[in-house]
């Protein structure tokens, strides 16, 4: 009688980040053939007439240093205004979340509202609140606002729903209190979605940036990437993308160190 071979025993899937070295070269591979390509791509006459290359961004970018240093001020004025906004988005997203969990009436009466302006477009309230607060930097930083409170509202939100029924329960039966359940078992909890919430608010705060910075203004990197796209020079628009993303990464970056520092105890 044939005997049947045992069958492999299937490796356990790897979901981890995986060896940092390994990381960082596959990383550092990626961004090389990135720029590769694109270098190769503007080749292409046609394509060049709209799509800048690496060395004409390179060059757009020198010549923004030497003329005036106006690169740097542009990414220290548009770097504030993501800051402040995303700052008080953060500070006020976090009470309504924890109110809305906490309490069913409190969410019966705002979800309605945060679901609502959630699907409205950031740029579409550009009029209204430039009729109710001007051109000065106070509608940037509302437009900003917005863009970020809804998202980490929403996402830290999520986060108190899901935590675990049975560690409530548990603190119950061990005679916890109201109190005892929201500082020891559903902050700790929530923390982690927190952090992504914060993650999620900074990518939207960048993202709005180019619209908020249409509410009157001749600094920052939005204003002039909408500066350059009027004489079609890609180079400096490009240049400004690329810069907003590389921020973006950054913080990003920063951002995910602090989780990990912050929730070993996972």
């Known amino acids: 009688m044939e005997k049947t071979k045992p069958k492999k ?34 080749l292409i006459p046609s394509i060049n007439t709209f799509l800048a290359s690496p060395v004409q961004v390179w060059r757009a970018m020198l010549s923004e240093i030497a003329a005036d240093g106006r690169y740097f001020k542009d990414i220290s004025i548009s770097l504030q205004r993501v800051l402040i906004g995303f700052g008080l988005a953060f500070v006020c997203s976090i009470p309504v979340a924890f109110l809305m969990g906490w ?41 900003i606002f917005i863009a970020a409170f809804l998202i980490m509202v929403v996402t830290i939100y999520q986060g108190i729903k899901e935590v675990d029924k049975t560690l409530v329960k548990a603190a119950y039966t061990f005679g916890a209190t109201d109190k005892d359940l929201f500082v020891d078992i559903m902050i700790p909890a929530s923390f982690p979605f927190i952090l992504v919430g914060a993650r999620q608010g900074i990518a939207a705060s960048l993202t709005t940036l180019i619209a908020a910075e249409l509410t ?19 180079s400096i628009v490009l240049l400004g993308i690329i810069t907003i993303g590389i921020i973006g990464f950054v913080m990003d970056k920063i951002l995910l160190l602090i989780e990990k520092k912050l929730t070993k105890w996972k």
Request: proline share 6%; hydrophobic share 45%; glycine share 8%.
């Open 9 to 42: 025993m299937r490796k356990l899937k790897d979901f981890s980040d995986g060896n940092k070295k390994t990381r960082l070269t596959l990383m550092t591979i990626s961004i090389i053939c990135g720029f590769i390509l694109w270098y190769l791509i503007t």
């Open 103 to 143: 309490y069913p009436k409190v969410r019966n009466l705002v979800e309605p509202w945060i679901q609502f302006f959630r699907t409205i477009p950031p740029i579409a309230l550009i009029p209204l609140v430039i009729l109710a607060m001007g051109l000065g930097e106070a509608p940037k930083y509302t437009i």
């Open 216 to 234: 009157g203004t001749i600094f920052g990197l939005g204003a002039r990437i909408q500066g350059a796209q009027q004489f079609m020079d890609t």
